[in-house]
């Protein structure tokens, strides 16, 4: 199905820096890892590719881990330096976090496109809902629970990012605010335990698509591209900033609100692909 004439390459390349600079641009608006919004840019771009359905989102899900791995690598380490990292949340967490991503890249081997497509569509919404509706006073309670079902919580972050392609950062802020951390806190923490998610689930997603490589596009390694990981990666962290810059000229309300809505507007997108 797939050649590999130059020109159609230099095509696909210049579809994916593309998609780079505008993951990148929203990224640094909304202030997120960038899974979120890598998945529906990727998914565009492989659509372009004539990727086939039955491969597609997988595909996406696993080069979005990829290219968010080294970024949230430097992520973490930056936020160590300041010491708001809470680590013993990101131990407790971390061996539930890799067993979930073992879960979903066990699952990615087998499942067809739409289940990931509807994982996509659900955890999008739960977060866009939370975005657009929740308040400040909104808590399950003044701390986490100190009881070994809370790496219940890490099971369950680890499961939906290898579900989604997002990184889980999104969730592990949204549940640790909900247990009364402060917002860096929280961002911080997210960043530890964001890191085996990216890593363990680039690993996973390329076992996963090994026994499916032949319905793969070129420079494929299993679910993961090696085009859209090379160009994408670099790409969006160069276009990132510059979205940074119109944020600080943006209310927290009004980004919350924008980014809610894309969110929304992703979902809406994927719902669609499941009907037609």
Not at 256 to 269: N, W
Request: charged fraction near 10%; glycine fraction near 12%.
């Amino acid at each position: 199905m797939f050649g590999v004439p130059i020109g159609e390459l230099a095509l696909i390349a210049g579809a994916i820096v593309a998609g780079g600079v505008i993951a990148g641009l929203l990224a640094g608006v909304f202030g997120v890892g960038g899974g979120v919004i890598a998945v529906p840019v990727l998914y565009e771009v492989f659509r372009i590719m004539d990727v086939p359905d039955a491969v597609h989102m997988q595909l996406c899900i696993g080069t979005s881990l990829a290219i968010m791995a080294p970024t949230n690598i430097r992520s973490y380490l930056t936020h160590r330096k300041t010491g708001a990292v809470l680590t013993d949340v990101v131990r407790q967490w971390t061996p539930a976090v890799v067993v979930g991503i073992a879960m979903g890249s066990l699952i990615a081997t087998v499942a067809p496109s739409p289940v990931f497509k509807i994982a996509f569509v659900v955890i999008a919404a739960i977060i866009a809902g939370k975005l657009l509706f929740a308040q400040e006073r909104w808590q399950l309670g003044d701390d986490l629970p100190k009881s070994p079902f809370a790496r219940l919580y890490g099971l369950a972050v680890g499961l939906m990012a290898s579900l989604t392609g997002v990184s889980g950062g999104s969730l592990c802020t949204m549940v640790l605010t909900l247990y009364g951390k402060p917002i860096h806190q929280a961002v911080a923490t997210s960043a530890g335990i964001v890191v085996p998610i990216t890593l363990a689930g680039t690993v996973g997603y390329v076992l996963a698509g090994l026994p499916h490589q032949a319905q793969l596009p070129p420079l494929s390694i299993g679910f993961v591209s090696l085009i859209g990981f090379a160009l994408m990666a670099p790409v969006s962290s160069l276009a990132a900033p510059y979205g940074a810059k119109l944020a600080h000229a943006i209310s927290k309300r009004t980004l919350e609100i924008a980014f809610g809505l894309f969110l929304l507007t992703a979902s809406l997108r994927f719902l669609v692909s499941l009907i037609w």
